[in-house]
């Protein structure tokens, strides 16, 4: 699993990131059916504590932020199979 983010780039993004990635993992604690991204990100959280879990989920929003913008496609979160 990799949960670090690199400091290369804008700082002010990395932080508007991990920002929201603390604020997407508050949110995901009150769902009552989360999908698969908010599901791992709890699971992150439970194994790893807070600040690494919104670092590992920062990361991976980047990288679902560039792969969106870069195949001009739209974010479809997928739910979790029963």
Same mark, same amino acid.
């Given at each position: 699993?990799? +949960?670090?983010?690199? *400091?290369? #780039?804008?700082?002010?993004?990395?932080?508007?990131?991990?920002? #929201?990635? *603390? +604020?997407?993992?508050?949110?995901? +604690?009150?769902? &009552?059916?989360?999908?698969?991204?908010?599901? $791992?990100?709890?699971? /992150?959280?439970?194994? *790893? #504590?807070?600040n690494r879990a919104? /670092?590992?989920?920062?990361?991976?929003?980047? *990288?679902? /932020? $560039?792969?969106? $913008?870069?195949h001009d496609t739209?974010? &479809? +979160?997928?739910? /979790?199979?029963?």
């Amino acid at each position: 699993m990799k +949960s670090a983010i690199s *400091r290369a #780039g804008d700082a002010y993004l990395r932080m508007l990131l991990i920002n #929201g990635a *603390r +604020s997407a993992l508050l949110a995901a +604690s009150r769902h &009552e059916q989360p999908d698969r991204l908010r599901r $791992w990100a709890l699971q /992150v959280h439970h194994l *790893r #504590g807070h600040n690494r879990a919104a /670092v590992a989920l920062a990361n991976k929003l980047a *990288r679902i /932020v $560039w792969a969106v $913008w870069r195949h001009d496609t739209c974010f &479809e +979160s997928r739910a /979790v199979a029963a």
